[in-house]
């Protein structure tokens, strides 16, 4: 008997609000979707974000006016080690299932977000990687076959044609009938936790590099990571205003203009957490909004905020900031709409909280503090 090692199974909370972000992400993000074919440019374009450590912050930072990108300096994948998996591993997943992976020489790691398969070319077993999900865009995998279609729904027919020896995902993809498939066809298939946060980033790490076989690399994944994000919060407690009131209030916006869907992110969405992180004041919490929940004129009213961040598909849904605001018009009338003060981020970065975080948080950083150093 090969002793396994255990995860925690993630609370009922999380596992609801992991499955609500991975239903509404998966309903907004359809064929029609910009960013579910291609890199999105945002509001402007956008270009690459200095270290904040590095800029001149503004003195208030509110004293801003414009649409802002955060784009992250260097999206290249820098591998952690060559590591080679000792196998097998028998795991425990987040579904509480026991998995046995005997073979890492074929890998599917897929998710929405494109987190998972960034995370094992992070831990240096990219080249086992035969095929990808359409979140998956940085430049070493892009040659990958995509084993989505209309968007992000798994094809049972794509995946069994790339005979893969071991299948990493969670519950934001589906049809669910088609991971059960691959399981009946004996594809080993460990479903890792699906919440993205600050707080897991970690324990999602050491998921994937467990059930691969490379847990020294997880190790150094996980440190090395950390440390890149102590960093970049070292620099924003530099520049994020000591006094909360002084702070931006902030709201999250996730929009799919062609579907219609309009959605403000709260608790538990992930968002939370960035917005913490980046030193502004989570005004969801003040209207006790949790989850994700559609958008109304009153709790817009009711937030009055002076940032809002949103993915660079749903600005472009839109046609940016002058046609958001006329769908929304409430959020005209706010110090946000008001100043046009809006920072987007590619859709599969802003929220994908694996190995590229410090980056993420430091483009947004920039953005928000110092969006003079990439205007």
Same mark, same amino acid.
């Given at each position: 008997m090969i002793p396994h090692p255990v995860r925690p199974v993630p609370t009922p909370r999380r596992l609801l609000a992991a499955a609500s972000a991975a239903a509404l992400l998966?309903?907004?993000?359809?064929?029609?979707?910009?960013? &579910? #074919?291609?890199?999105?440019?945002?509001?402007?374009?956008?270009? *690459? &974000?200095?270290?904040l450590a590095d800029v001149t912050p503004l003195a208030d930072p509110r004293d801003w006016t414009g649409a #802002?990108? *955060?784009?992250?300096?260097?999206? #290249?994948?820098?591998p952690v080690a060559e590591p080679a998996p000792e196998l097998p591993v028998t795991v425990t997943d987040a579904?509480?299932?026991?998995?046995?992976?005997?073979? !890492?020489?074929?890998?599917? !790691?897929?998710?929405v977000h494109g987190t998972l398969a960034r995370t094992v070319f992070e831990l240096g077993l990219g080249d086992r990687v035969v095929g990808r999900d359409i979140s998956t865009q940085f430049d070493e995998a892009a040659d990958l076959p995509l084993v989505t279609q209309n968007g992000h729904d798994l094809a049972a027919e794509a995946i069994l044609e790339l005979d893969p020896t071991v299948i990493l995902t969670d519950?934001?993809?589906?049809?669910?009938n088609v991971v059960l498939q691959m399981r009946d066809a004996g594809i080993p298939v460990v479903?890792?936790?699906?919440?993205?946060?600050?707080?897991?980033?970690?324990?999602l790490t050491t998921q994937v590099a467990t059930a691969l076989g490379v847990p020294d690399a997880g190790k150094a994944l996980v440190e090395r990571t950390a440390a890149e994000v102590a960093e970049v919060r070292g620099a924003l407690a530099d520049v994020v205003p000591a006094e909360e009131t002084d702070r931006l209030r902030t709201l999250f916006l996730y929009v799919r203009g062609q579907s219609g869907v309009y959605y403000l992110f709260g608790e538990?969405?992930?968002a939370d957490g960035l917005i913490d992180a980046l030193g502004l004041y989570d005004v &969801?919490?003040?209207?006790?909004?949790?989850?994700m929940k559609p958008v109304t004129d009153e709790a817009i009213v009711a937030a009055q905020p002076d940032l809002v961040l949103m993915m660079s598909g749903g600005l472009d849904s839109v046609d940016?900031? !002058?046609?958001l605001l006329e769908r929304l018009p409430a959020l005209a009338n706010t110090p946000a709409g008001e100043h046009e003060r809006f920072v987007d981020m590619e859709d599969s970065q802003i929220l994908g909280f694996g190995p590229q975080t410090a980056e993420v948080l430091n483009a947004l950083a920039v953005a928000v503090y110092a969006p003079g150093s990439v205007s």
């Open positions: 998966l309903a907004g993000c359809g064929l029609s979707s910009p960013a &579910a #074919t291609e890199r999105s440019g945002g509001a402007d374009g956008g270009t *690459a &974000a200095p270290r #802002t990108s *955060a784009v992250v300096a260097d999206e #290249t994948v820098d579904q509480g299932t026991s998995v046995t992976v005997e073979d !890492a020489s074929r890998v599917l !790691a897929l998710d519950t934001s993809l589906g049809p669910w479903v890792v936790d699906g919440h993205r946060g600050l707080d897991n980033v970690a324990e538990d969405s992930g &969801a919490e003040e209207i006790g909004w949790d989850g940016g900031v !002058a046609g």
